[in-house]
């Protein structure tokens, strides 16, 4: 079955979808977009993603175009088109089509496009499996904290770690870890302490991480926002992931070292839970 997709007001099949060659976000990677995932046909935590869209729109001095209801109103006739239950809305802002030059064009027609893809969300097999990380050097820019479509390094660090026979890579930069390839990363220590990195340009402030880290206070447990490195996670009792597209994944392996008992810990499993609940408690 063909999909339908959304290009610049347009809803089409997605093999009559048409962008330019001189597309910038083609060209210069000069767009920035978002993931927000859908749960029994409905969006989770869809306001932060586009105040998260807005933000790095702004960052970038990306003309937007469209307002928020705009795009609430095209996602949600997308996932009706679809039939969409379980997955999730890709949505991708760029500075539209210009002859290329390295210079913004003067006056930009940015272009958005979004697409939906099904995916099997509440009962993925790696929730009671859990997944094994391996570690990458993190090669990417300085502003990580910008969700652009650059994600070249990314893409490697994913395909090293599967190369490697794991599930995912976990980035380290001067000693410590950045994030996972398209997560954020979380370890629990031996005093139970959840330890997470704390924001700034070297991550992408993770919306589900946002979300996990309020539960954090209604569960009274310890939090520390701090760099962790690899040799803590591997002496951790747990570990795990976040992400729109994972919810909270558990962590049972690091570079071939086992994680506590090599089995998906409990906070993980609790903060997953209390996630799904409240997400889809809010969800719209
Ligand atoms: N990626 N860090 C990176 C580098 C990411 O690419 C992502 C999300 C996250 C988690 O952010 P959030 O909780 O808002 O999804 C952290 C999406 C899912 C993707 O690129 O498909």
Request: charged residues 70%.
């Given at each position: 079955m063909t999909r339908t997709v959304y290009v610049n007001g347009a809803f089409v099949p997605e093999d009559e979808a048409k962008i330019s060659v001189f597309d910038r976000g083609f060209l210069f990677s000069d767009g920035v977009y978002e993931v927000s995932t859908v749960v029994h046909g409905k969006l989770l935590d869809n306001p932060a993603h586009l105040a998260r869209l807005r933000r790095s729109m702004s960052e970038l001095n990306l003309p937007s175009p469209a307002t928020d209801e705009e795009i609430v109103a095209a996602q949600k006739k997308l996932i009706e088109q679809n039939s969409l239950e379980e997955g999730a809305v890709y949505l991708q802002v760029s500075r539209g089509a210009a002859d290329r030059d390295f210079a913004f064009p003067a006056n930009p027609k940015p272009s958005l496009v979004m697409f939906t893809q099904p995916k099997n969300l509440l009962h993925a097999p790696q929730v009671s499996e859990g997944i094994k990380i391996v570690s990458v050097p993190d090669?990417?820019?300085?502003?990580?904290?910008i969700k652009t479509v650059s994600l070249l390094a990314q893409s490697l660090a994913k395909q090293a770690a599967l190369d490697a026979g794991a599930n995912d890579a976990w980035m380290v930069e001067d000693g410590y870890v950045t994030e996972g390839s398209s997560n954020n990363a979380f370890i629990v220590d031996q005093n139970g302490t959840l330890i997470t990195r704390q924001l700034g340009n070297e991550i992408l402030p993770g919306i589900t991480r946002a979300s996990v880290l309020r539960l954090t206070e209604i569960e009274s447990i310890k939090l520390e926002e701090r760099a962790f490195t690899i040799a803590e996670a591997c002496a951790a009792q747990e570990a795990f992931i976040t992400s729109a597209t994972t919810f909270v994944w558990p962590v049972v392996s690091i570079d071939g070292h086992t994680v506590g008992d090599g089995k998906p810990g409990p906070v993980a499993g609790k903060l997953r839970e209390l996630y799904i609940e409240t997400a889809l408690a809010r969800a719209d």
């Open positions: 090669i990417r820019w300085k502003r990580r904290d």
